[in-house]
């Protein structure tokens, strides 16, 4: 099982630019999120998803949007990147928010630079 | 919403010493504490968690306490070694909601 990945794992972008982050997972989990890591800060979340075709704000949503069309993905979007958006971005994965196993497992991240 | 913080933001402590992070946290309803450990540049991984309905949790040399009426948490490292060396978050949830994390705590172990 390759887990959680991320892709891609480094990128530059001028201010103004779009992306998409992608997410995968193979443990057929049902949660997903998304985080920014600054530093001094720790792990903030963005946005999340209960579920296949749903997706709710979290802590620092503004900026960004999400997409879960399929179960073992989970989209994240900078329609027009600025550099306030530079950080790392992790995404995680859980079995479900309930029940005896709540472990986040996290992917790489993804260093995004925006100029 | 819930507001996580977490005390020192930097420890240092010979190898063989035990090692101490606390957190608070301001909402009564949270019932799940994890801690992750970062090594540098790579990614958090659990170490440990707790529930609410337990005030200790043991895991060889890593052990969680949580004190529901004071709202805080801690961890405890004994016989630290330098592999033990990187930043540790906590975090709190009302299970079945996302999780709150602290600021994190760079731990440096000195040979």
């Known amino acids: 099982n390759a887990g959680v990945t991320q892709t891609p794992k480094f990128r530059v972008l001028k201010t103004g630019q779009s992306m998409t982050l992608l997410c995968a997972q193979d443990m057929n989990h049902e949660y997903m999120y998304w985080y920014r890591q600054d530093p001094g800060m720790g792990l903030r979340l963005i946005h999340y998803?209960?579920?296949?075709?749903?997706?709710a704000k979290g802590e620092v949503p503004d900026g960004y949007n999400v997409s879960r069309l399929k179960k073992q993905n989970f989209l994240l979007g900078l329609e027009s990147a600025a550099p306030s958006q530079t950080s790392v971005y992790f995404c995680?994965?859980?079995?479900?928010?309930?029940?005896?196993?709540?472990?986040?497992?996290f992917g790489p991240g993804t260093r995004l630079t925006v100029l | 919403g819930e507001n996580v913080e977490q005390h020192p933001s930097t420890l240092s402590v010979q190898e063989g010493d035990s090692a101490v992070i606390k957190c608070t946290y301001s909402?009564?309803?949270?019932?799940?504490f994890p801690w992750y450990k970062q090594e540098l540049g790579k990614r958090p991984q659990l170490i440990i968690d707790?529930?609410?309905?337990?005030g200790e949790k043991k895991d060889q040399r890593i052990a969680v306490t949580l004190n529901k009426t004071a709202k805080h948490f801690s961890l405890h490292i004994t016989e630290t070694q330098p592999e033990d060396s990187a930043v540790y978050f906590c975090a709190a949830s009302i299970i079945a909601r996302q999780l709150t994390f602290g600021s994190g705590t760079q731990l440096t172990v000195l040979p």
């Open positions: 909402d009564s309803a949270s019932n799940y």
């Open positions: 995680a994965s859980s079995y479900s928010g309930g029940g005896v196993n709540n472990e986040q497992f």
């Open positions: 707790i529930r609410s309905n337990v």
């Open positions: 998803s209960v579920g296949e075709g749903t997706t």
